[in-house]
């Protein structure tokens, strides 16, 4: 009889792991189709965000942008001795990117027009 009081407990245990397992995929299912429906608006909203940066990094002086490059490259060099996750390293690297971007696109005589 203990056996048979057991294996029921056992059983009740798996049922109801597998009614928490069941409702916890639920959510994260509908979670996931939220998020999916909000993934246009974050895009577009970063896009234009993305944008305002270019246009602020663009108008900076040749002094200011390359503080601004050495400072992050700094930043970025500091993360990667200090251990930190290699993602954090590689945002770190984005903004020292766009302005020794910035930076080298003026002094490279890529462009033509004249600067204001």
């Known amino acids: 009889m203990a056996t048979t009081t057991t294996t029921t407990t056992a059983a009740g245990e798996q049922t109801d792991l597998a009614t928490t397992a069941k409702g916890i995929a639920s959510d994260v299912a509908d979670r996931a189709a939220a998020a999916a429906s909000r993934l246009p608006d974050a895009a577009n909203a ?3 965000q993305l944008g305002r940066a270019n ?11 390359a ?8 930043l970025a060099l500091g993360l990667l001795l200090g251990g930190a996750s290699r993602l954090l390293v590689i945002l770190a690297l984005l903004p020292a990117t766009a302005m020794g971007y910035t930076l080298f696109d003026r002094h490279s005589g890529a462009r033509t027009g004249k600067r204001v």
């Open 55 to 65: 246009a602020i990094i663009r108008q900076e002086s040749d002094e200011v942008l």
């Open 46 to 48: 970063t896009g234009v």
């Open 67 to 74: 503080v601004g490059t050495s400072l992050t490259l700094g």
